[in-house]
């Protein structure tokens, strides 16, 4: 039995990894750091929780990392346990770094140290891109990151080829574009559009209050994604992928997919931070742009082109953007109807 240690499960990409591991029949061993409140609602809505063995663990404690690597002994690490919201990063960017560029050397360092057999994948991500010098990027695209998630990206992305080059590690990088999902983290855009929205819908007096929504972004499913970080992992030799749609869409295309599923009469008026939306029926404002929401430098767009994936590892993303509106959507309105 193949066993599997997955840093970050009990975030969006760790509990649909997990999902898909066990489905494969992996015996699959997830790190949790410690908190007082609930950390297991996805792996729990997931049905999973009771087949997973968790760990203790801190990307900031070197010891930690390989008494959990020694006891688990992984034929595969997914290391994605991250500090991944970009406007934090500006708030904590020491340990934003501690946490991304040195928990993923200190993940390295512990398998050349104790079994260089384990194969390895890195959440990269395309904030490296940041402000962009190529339109579609690939996995040639010179970095250029606009925040400190970015930069501590970038140091961990190289780490992980340098391991790879220096120490012949099986060390693989998915350079993943943005994919979203039910699961999706609450203050991520998507997330917050769809879930506000539908409390909106449903009779909530909430204003949703947004920053750049002339923002593009390429974005993919969760779902689809996980399944590239595997097929990584099940290649003779390790290489970094760009994963992506090959599609890119504004803030403002996503709310505008949103409130039309939600079947929302609406009208945008208004210009710059006085732009809003207006809810036909009720005539009260629904959305509205607040500077607070802005960051100190933007990522304006992101497009990947995928093709190397879907050359090397067969893959491809199977959701269209609508659909993934839906998803979203669907599971808000079923958590508010478990609610009440
Ligand atoms: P996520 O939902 O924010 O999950 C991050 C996970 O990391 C959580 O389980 C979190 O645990 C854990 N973590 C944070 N700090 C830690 C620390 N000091 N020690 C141990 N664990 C820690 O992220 P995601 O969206 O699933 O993304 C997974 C990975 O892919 C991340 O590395 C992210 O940077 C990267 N990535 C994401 C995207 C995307 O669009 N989703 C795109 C490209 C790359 P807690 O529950 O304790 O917070
Ligand atoms: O922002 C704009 C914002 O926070 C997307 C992480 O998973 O993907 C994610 O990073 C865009 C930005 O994701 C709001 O300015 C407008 O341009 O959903 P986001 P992100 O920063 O792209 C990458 C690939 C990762 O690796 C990261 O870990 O939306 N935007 N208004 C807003 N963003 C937020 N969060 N909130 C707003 O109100």
Redesign the pocket.
Known sequence: MKRALITGITG?DGAYLAKLLIEKGYKVYGTVRRSTSEKFVNLKYLNIYDKIKFYDFDLLELSNIQNVIKETKPHEIYHLA?Q????TSFQVPIVTTDINSLGTLRILDSINSINKKIKFYQ?S???MFGKVQQIPQTEKTPFYPR?P??VS?VFSHWITVNYRESYNIHASSGI?????SPL??G???????TSSLTRIKHGSKEV??????N???DWGYAGDYVYAMWLMLQQKNADDYVIATGKTHS?REFINLTLKYLNFEYKWVGQGMNERVINLNSGKTIIKI?K????PA???L?IGNPGKAKRKLKWKPNTSLKKLVKLMVDYDVSQIKKTY
Request: without cysteine.
């Open positions: 969006q991250a991944s919201f970009v406007p959440a991500t395309s904030e925040s998630y970015g990206k993943l574009f943005n994919h979203e999706r983290g203050e991520f855009v998507t997330k917050k559009i949703l209050k947004v920053g750049n929504i923002a593009k972004r803030v607040d607070e929401f802005f960051r933007e990522v304006d992101l």
